[in-house]
């Protein structure tokens, strides 16, 4: 599985940005996927996945404390695609976003090892 992340930018507080992670590969539905950051002298963090329920079309979503409420994960399985919507940016979101994916396992994942494919990191930063 390679990842491809894309998306990030500069953009005021208050702004907005929507990151993509392509995904290469079959059965990509039935891949977890997250989304961590790392800003500078900080260590890689979880802030998002979205994880197959197995058996369905179903999947449930997690969040970092730090994000709920302003940003949203999603995928679109017909193009091995997901995202990150974040609304409501602070200085304090700025870092690079990496994208990551495991096979399916039916418990979320929210640490940097359990996750066996990255992509390469797409830089945000906020300016007050």
């Known amino acids: 599985v390679q990842l491809q992340a894309s998306g990030g930018g500069l953009v005021q507080a208050g702004g907005s940005l929507r990151l993509s992670c392509a995904a290469s590969?079959?059965?990509?539905?039935?891949?977890?996927m997250g989304w961590f950051r790392q800003a500078p002298g900080k260590e890689r963090e979880f802030v998002a996945a979205?994880?197959?329920?197995?058996?369905?079309?179903?999947?449930?979503?997690y969040y970092a404390d730090s994000v709920k409420g302003r940003f949203t994960i999603s995928r679109d399985n017909a193009k091995n695609t997901v995202y990150l919507q974040m609304n409501s940016l602070n200085p304090e979101d700025t870092a690079v976003y990496y994208c990551?994916?495991?096979?399916?396992?039916?418990?979320?994942?929210?640490?940097?090892?359990?996750?066996?494919?990255w992509g390469q990191g797409t830089q945000v930063t906020v300016s007050s």
């Open positions: 590969g079959r059965s990509f539905r039935a891949y977890d």
């Open positions: 979205i994880n197959w329920s197995g058996g369905s079309t179903y999947y449930r979503t």
């Open positions: 990551a994916s495991r096979y399916y396992s039916g418990v979320v994942a929210k640490s940097v090892g359990e996750y066996d494919y």
